[in-house]
């Protein structure tokens, strides 16, 4: 395992969570980081990005202003602070690992990732 995410949870509307996702075996320090997540019957869909310097960081519309996305090149960490959850955040959330150290917004521009951690926001 080159990327474990954690910090998935069972959470009631409008609550927080916040997600972590730790590298393990090398080191994406000069990598592009994203969060994806995935509904069940849905497609993967990009949610937050961050470069490898953290001089940008990119959100989907619907987690703007609610979710941040911050990391850690010391500790090889990214982190997702998700707040004022709502049912429809309901997913399992992976990590991803770009090619390089941009944040591209299409799945398949990633190489590394990471297993999943399921967040269930209850209404």
């Known amino acids: 395992v080159q990327l474990q995410a954690s910090g998935g949870g069972l959470v009631q509307a409008g609550g927080s969570l916040r997600l972590s996702c730790a590298a393990s075996?090398?080191?994406?320090?000069?990598?592009?980081m994203a969060w994806f997540r995935q509904a069940p019957g849905k497609e993967r869909e990009f949610v937050s990005g961050i470069t490898w310097s953290s001089s940008n960081t990119y959100y989907r519309d619907s987690v703007k202003g609610r979710f941040t996305i911050s990391r850690d090149n010391a500790k090889d960490t990214v982190y997702l602070q998700m707040n004022s959850l709502n049912p429809e955040d309901t997913a399992v959330y992976y990590c991803a690992a770009a090619r390089n150290g941009m944040v591209p917004s299409d799945p398949n521009d990633y190489r590394y990732w990471g297993q999943g951690t399921l967040v269930t926001v209850s209404s």
């Open positions: 075996r090398r080191t994406f320090r000069n990598n592009g």
